[in-house]
């Protein structure tokens, strides 16, 4: 059946066959999710990441040593798909967002896991990497708390997701590449919980966070706004079905979105 393909789909079959992608021959189901997502990581036990061992930028990376470090991690995507992602994400030096759209499967999530550990020199999947974070929409949000975090009046403590955990981890080390996952960004309308950060992008001025400086339960220092630094990288995953919501031209016109 090989002649009844069309032309676009033959070069991805011929790429993945030069380049097969590599098994691991787990023990046990344990192992194989230990080899593939890592250990649990308990926050207790979890040393907290200077930076300095994952100081760099992506431009900083020549393109065909970042393309082998992807392959390596197990990222198996045509030429030309790294090249558009690597470009759409640094083409303006204060804002990095790309949305990636496809179905389930398609490796939107793993790109994002492979590039950031490319760029922090990581080079096992398995490996945790401090500076990236994934967030998962939630169909309910229709605010920015889901990303921002909001003040608790009952613990009298801020609440700060991982999104703005990354987004302070990007401004207290302006030396290190910050990345952030937001997965499946159209289970609610983007720009319900997005608007703080794209109009922060636009204007260059501050999101604001409350009214005053102040803590979280386990002592993170909130300060009451906090501008979005040129190291934080965020990345987008979509899937395109009838649980999801279009994306609005408010948001398309503010970044690159590549199918996959």
């Known amino acids: 059946g090989y002649r009844h393909l069309t032309p676009g789909i033959v070069h ?16 046990s189901e344990d192992d194989w999710f230990s080899y593939y997502l890592g250990p649990e990581q308990q926050s207790e036990d979890r040393e907290v990441a200077t930076g300095e061992e994952y ?8 393109l065909n040593e ?32 790309v949305i990636l759209r496809g179905t389930s499967g398609t490796g939107k999530s793993l790109l994002a896991r492979c590039y950031a550990r490319a760029v922090h020199q990581i080079d096992r999947l398995s490996t945790e990497d401090p500076f990236l974070s994934f967030c998962p929409v939630r169909p309910d949000w229709t605010d920015p708390s889901g ?33 952030v996952c937001i997965d499946e960004l159209n289970l609610s309308r983007v720009e319900y919980y997005l608007s703080d950060l794209l109009s922060a992008w636009e204007s260059r001025e501050a999101i604001v966070l409350h009214s ?13 706004s906090v501008i979005v ?22 948001v398309l016109d503010r970044t690159m979105i590549i199918d996959l």
């Open 212 to 224: 005053s400086d102040t803590h979280t339960e386990d002592g993170l220092l909130i300060s009451k």
């Open 12 to 27: 991805i079959l011929t790429d993945v066959t030069a380049y097969p992608p590599q098994y691991y021959s787990a023990e």
């Open 66 to 97: 970042l393309r082998r470090r992807i392959e390596l991690l197990g990222g198996h995507y045509s030429g030309s798909i790294i090249v558009r992602f690597h470009a759409a994400l640094n083409y303006i030096s204060h804002k990095h967002f």
């Open 229 to 250: 630094p040129s190291n934080f990288f965020v990345i987008g995953t979509i899937n395109v079905d009838e649980t999801t919501v279009g994306i609005s031209d408010k």
């Open 147 to 179: 990303l921002m975090g909001y003040f608790d009046v009952l613990t009298g403590s801020y609440i700060a997701p991982p999104f703005l955990r990354a987004l302070l981890a990007a401004s207290n080390n302006p030396a290190v590449s910050v990345f």
């Open 55 to 62: 100081q760099g930028f992506p431009l900083d990376i020549e």
